[in-house]
């Protein structure tokens, strides 16, 4: 009499192993995904930092009388206007959200290229702390907020205390 009382008590133990386990999985599944993302979001803030210093190298070897932003990212790879190229990336990096080499270009009315942005829409992980040329990046609501871009006046502004 005592062992039927005892009969579903294995599959109950099994049944709850196999609960907790998926839960765990799951757990480390999310960590996971949000490791990969922060990876990411480490490699746009790379790859955009590369990018704005690009375009204050070509802005700063222009020659004179010279355009002297990009019309195309292509420019940077390859600066003609003087004798002898000029390379201020080696490559156009993919953006490392979409994995595409497409990026949001900011322009001014000539069609010239002041800055660079992603065409992701998703949200940070990253909200605050970061470098001083990124600080406007700071509680950005998606990884476009995030514009990589250099305006001829930021190479005035004077160096605080």
Do not use: C
Request: glycine letters at 10%.
């Amino acid at each position: 009499m005592q062992r039927r009382r005892e009969h579903g008590f294995t599959y109950l133990s099994l049944m709850m192993a196999v609960l907790v386990m998926g839960v765990a999985l799951a757990a480390l599944g999310e960590g996971w995904r949000a490791a990969g993302q922060r990876e990411k979001e480490a490699q746009l803030l790379f790859a955009g930092q590369q990018m704005r210093s690009a375009l204050v190298q070509y802005y700063l070897h222009s020659p004179p009388g010279a355009v002297r932003h990009p019309a195309s990212l292509e420019e940077l790879l390859e600066d003609r206007r003087l004798p002898g190229m000029r390379r201020y990336l080696r490559r156009i990096e993919a953006d490392p959200l979409s994995g595409k080499p497409e990026w949001g270009l900011v322009r001014d009315a000539q069609g010239r290229i002041y800055g660079v942005h992603s065409l992701s829409d998703a949200r940070p992980f990253k909200q605050a702390n970061f470098r001083r040329a990124e600080r406007n990046f700071a509680g950005a609501a998606k990884y476009s907020d995030w514009v990589f871009m250099f305006a001829p006046g930021q190479l005035a502004t004077p160096a605080g205390p």
